[in-house]
T-cell receptor, first 113, second 114 residues
Framework: KAGVTQTPRYLIKTRGQQVTLSCSPI?????VSWYQQTPGQGLQFLFE???????NKGNFPGRFSGRQFSNSRSEMNVSTLELGDSALYLC????????????FGPGTRLTVL | GENVEQHPSTLSVQEGDSAVIKCTYS??????FPWYKQELGKRPQLIID?????GEKKDQRIAVTLNKTAKHFSLHITETQPEDSAVYFC?????????????FGKGTKLSVKP
């Protein structure tokens, strides 16, 4: 099976703009989680979607949002970008909420100028 | 909330030596403990995982041990090779709980010197 894919791989935005990132899970996987990775904070959980519903959410401001489509593909959106939003955004998929193993995509490197 | 502490933050070993990375967790309901390896510029790759009903698991040169009483788990890499150089992350999960997301340690940068 093809692995988790993410687009775009790199993005450069300026403060105040918004951005949308996309994640396609492994075929058959219905759960998608998003993580933010920064040198200072490490890997932090943003939110998880399953069957088009947000299952749980990490401790991030409301500027961070997401959604999931009927084919399990997921998008996350960040509005009113801040310099501190510069990070690697990773998504991970697993078969379902009862599944243990999460497989990561290559990530989207977001730089906010 | 749940917290995972990982030590050391950096580890340098000679090729052929063993490397040990330790993590402690706080949620006694955690029942799944994966380890990920992340090479520079690449995605985290699962290298081994263990569930709470098992005390030890091995896969060739890699092993993980779990002590539920003390709430800590460790990654052991034997006969290290230069290609083992990477950042390693431990994580835990309370599968079946209300928060089914991975909580990660801060990572250990392992350098294997030839």
């Amino acid at each position: 099976k093809a692995g988790v894919t993410q687009t775009p791989r790199y993005l450069i935005k300026t403060r105040g703009q918004q951005v949308t990132l996309s994640c396609s899970p492994i075929s058959g996987h219905r759960s998608v989680s998003w993580y933010q990775q920064t040198p200072g904070q490490g890997l932090q959980f943003l939110f998880e979607y399953f069957s088009e519903t947000q299952r749980n959410k990490g401790n991030f401001p409301g500027r961070f949002s997401g959604r999931q489509f009927s084919n399990s593909r997921s998008e996350m959106n960040v509005s009113t970008l801040e310099l501190g939003d510069s990070a690697l955004y990773l998504c991970a998929s697993r078969e379902g909420v009862d599944g243990f193993t999460q497989y990561f995509g290559p990530g989207t490197r977001l730089t906010v100028l | 909330g749940e917290n995972v502490e990982q030590h050391p933050s950096t580890l340098s070993v000679q090729e052929g030596d063993s490397a040990v990375i330790k993590c402690t967790y706080s949620d006694s309901a955690s029942n799944y403990f994966p380890w990920y390896k992340q090479e520079l510029g690449k995605r985290p790759q699962l290298i081994i995982d263990i569930r709470s009903n098992v005390g030890e698991k091995k896969d060739q040169r890699i092993a993980v041990t779990l002590n539920k009483t003390a709430k800590h788990f460790s990654l052991h890499i034997t006969e290290t090779q230069p290609e083992d150089s990477a950042v390693y992350f431990c994580a835990d999960l309370n599968q079946g709980g209300s928060q089914g997301n991975l909580i990660f340690g801060k990572g250990t940068k392992l350098s294997v010197k030839p």
